[in-house]
């Protein structure tokens, strides 16, 4: 049974229980209802009438789509001959999340208002117009169905005003005089809405009248292009709609407008506006933590083979204050616009509705395909095999081999995302443009911090050990972790693109590794290098080229490992939490070292599985080895640029984030917690 549908069943059941428990003579509502008309009634003309509701403390009554549980409001009227009443106007709601289920609710005081037409020839007499009204009335834990027969005597002429009418008025969203256009997936329901662009919005939401039609409960993500606002909501179910007619709440104090759809085109792209979290720290703290998260990434396993780049530049800066300085600024400007070029083609990507997140370059099998051949060029100059200037050790440093460096490190180290740094990168993608550049731009400064440092600090650089020919040998030996980097990258084209891709890609690094041996044996006799070059390299480039497509073949998705657990979707998530047990749901990707790190030391361990059979626990992974929209979606619902990302769900909980790095014993207690 689907989620929606067992929510709706079980909701359902437990009114009926509470409708045999509340018995036909139940004395007081605990919702109390009164029925107001706004003046007298005038022939020819509207009439406005209003149903009060005031509910008790810890009470509350339900919008006419009372979201995953719950009904709303029915009306039965009893008019004079020819009098007809229209359509009820609410106010707008208010959200309410419990477990896994979102309702639309009013908790406090709130008014319906009904215009009703008066007929021409209506008698000039005093008549009574009454309701038969029946609502749900809930707390936190119980729901009691409650009716109610209201009337009020309406005199012809005129009449006094109620001057409480001008504040529930105020209240109903006013409906835009355009309609709205939306489109449907089978996954997403898109809305366009009329909105101008100079209309203020904090913390938007919209609320669907169209009952069974989107999740309620999932996160909407929201961008503004022009005078459109667009409204990206998860469906439910296989519902369609021609028309839907909702609110737009725009703020949290209730604020809102009402608007009508039809299908139509809608517009993509635009800039991303909500979806921020309410509790998003302000920008000083982000800054701060994407400059301590750029810092720590140097120290991370992910980063561990571009030091080697660095450790040369470092003991090369040893040799004056001058160069040093060079050499300190020229790095940290690779480092920062490497940061920020991926910065702006990410939110590029993501303005053009690309589900794009952190470390989006190593989903794409030709760029990995390209930082295999530069990790095997980098390998071989390391063992000596030829000279690169930029980088070779042999030679004078310079600011380029520098600034160079500085350039990769940051395009190989940037995947990573560790402490501090998750919640920085994530604002960064929900943030205006301008503040997401600004922390891409502290993360850049915080990576290349210690260089930096090390070129400004004369007492730090002289802690290096002096230039001299130890570094030849140095150089050999870091060809080691470059190599093993080449062989990382050699197993990731493989997930990526299946054996057949991975066996071309060698092929084509082994054609570089042999043009680059021609190059070093004739630089060290003072030939030409480029024509050998290009007439060994190019032939097995072209054949690359056209066989690498012809190759492609993604492999099937991870074995499922100790824990077997359960492939991610919003679905099979929200079914796992409606079961009543714990969840415990990570995302990874093969690309990731410290997601590889973090299962090898805690999750795929034999204590773990366990602990988590004992404790009745279900394990859930998204795997983001490859581009996935619906784990990115969820990774920014979250607030997270990138993996690794681990979420905890108690039984009948809120989910909560858990420290990227974990430890042995951590899932074990966590699981011992939950028994």
């Known amino acids: 049974m689907p989620h929606f549908a067992f929510c709706r069943l079980w909701a359902g059941l437990i009114l009926l229980f509470a409708l045999a428990l509340a018995g036909p003579a139940r004395a007081q509502n605990n919702i109390a209802a009164e029925l107001v008309a706004n003046g007298a009634a005038q022939p020819g003309k509207p009439l406005e009438l209003a149903l009060h509701f005031r509910p008790a403390e810890g009470w509350h009554g339900y919008w006419v789509n009372p979201g995953d549980a719950g009904y709303g409001l029915t009306l039965d009227w009893q008019l004079p001959l020819g009098w007809q009443a229209g359509n009820p106007e609410y106010p707008v709601p208010h959200t309410l999340k419990i477990g896994p289920l979102m309702n639309h609710v009013y908790k406090g005081d709130y008014a319906v208002l009904v215009p009703v037409q008066v007929p021409r020839d209506a008698a000039a007499t005093p008549v009574t117009v009454r309701v038969k009204a029946q609502w749900l009335a809930c707390t936190d834990t119980i729901c009691v169905p409650e009716r109610a027969e209201l009337s009020t005597t309406i005199h012809p002429g005129a009449g006094l005003i109620d001057s409480r009418f001008d504040g529930w008025r105020a209240a109903i969203p006013a409906l ?46 929201f961008r503004r292009k022009g005078d459109w606002l667009i409204a990206e909501l998860v469906r439910k179910g296989g519902g369609q709609a021609n028309e839907i007619t909702g609110i737009l709440r725009t703020d949290e104090s209730g604020e809102g407008v009402r608007f009508a759809a039809r299908p139509g085109a809608v517009p993509g792209g635009g800039t991303l506006i909500a979806a921020v979290p309410a509790n998003l720290p302000s920008l000083w703290l982000l800054l701060i933590g994407a400059l301590a998260g750029g810092l720590l990434l140097n120290i991370m396993p992910c980063v561990f083979p571009i030091l080697s780049l660095k450790a040369l530049s470092l003991a090369r800066a040893g040799e004056s204050a001058a160069e040093a300085r060079r050499e300190g600024l020229a790095y940290t400007a690779g480092v920062v616009l490497a940061c920020l070029g991926l910065g702006v083609l990410l939110l590029a990507l993501r303005a053009g509705g690309e589900q794009v997140g952190w470390a989006f370059q190593l989903q794409e099998p030709w760029v990995v395909v390209a930082l295999l051949l530069l990790a095997v060029a980098i390998t071989a100059n390391f063992a000596g095999l030829f000279e690169l200037p930029t980088l070779s050790i042999t030679r004078d440093g310079k600011p380029g081999g520098a600034f160079a460096t500085g350039l990769l490190a940051a395009f190989v180290a940037t995947p990573c995302t560790g402490p501090f740094m998750a919640a920085a990168m994530g604002a960064a993608l929900l943030l205006p443009v301008a503040q997401g550049l600004l922390l891409f731009a502290a993360l850049g400064l915080g990576l290349a911090l210690p260089f930096l440092l090390l070129g400004f600090v004369p007492p730090l650089r002289r802690l290096l050990p002096r230039p001299g020919a130890w570094m030849a040998r140095f150089r050999q030996i870091l060809a080691l972790p470059m190599g093993l980097t080449a062989l990382a990258l050699v197993w990731l084209a493989s997930r990526l693109g299946g054996t057949g891709f991975m066996a071309v890609a060698c092929l084509a690094a082994i054609g570089l590794v042999l043009a680059l041996w021609i190059v070093g044996y004739r630089q060290r006799r003072g030939k030409a290098v480029l024509a050998p070059f290009l007439a060994v390299f190019v032939p097995f480039a072209l054949f690359a080229a056209i066989a690498l497509p012809a190759a492609f073949s993604p492999p099937d998705k991870a074995e499922a490992g100790l824990l077997a657990p359960k492939d991610f979707s919003v679905e099979a998530l929200a079914n796992a939490r409606a079961s009543g047990r714990p969840v415990f749901l990570w995302f990874t990707a093969d690309w990731c070292v410290t997601c590889k790190v973090n299962e090898r030391v805690a999750i795929e361990r034999e204590a773990t599985r366990l602990a988590f059979d004992k404790a009745g626990i279900i394990a859930m992974r998204g795997d983001w080895t490859r581009r996935d929209p619906a784990i990115t979606h969820f990774l920014t619902e979250q607030g997270v640029a990138g993996v690794p990302l681990y979420l905890w769900y108690p039984a009948g909980g809120e989910g909560r984030q858990l420290p990227q790095v974990l430890t042995p014993d951590s899932l074990v207690r966590l699981a011992e917690q939950a028994e």
């Open 176 to 221: 835009l005089d355009q309609p709205g256009r939306f489109a449907q997936t089978a996954d997403r329901l898109r809305i366009a809405i009329p909105l101008p662009a100079a209309m203020a919005l904090s913390q938007p939401h919209v609320f669907v009248e169209n009952t069974e039609l989107i999740d309620y409960a999932a996160p909407q993500v």
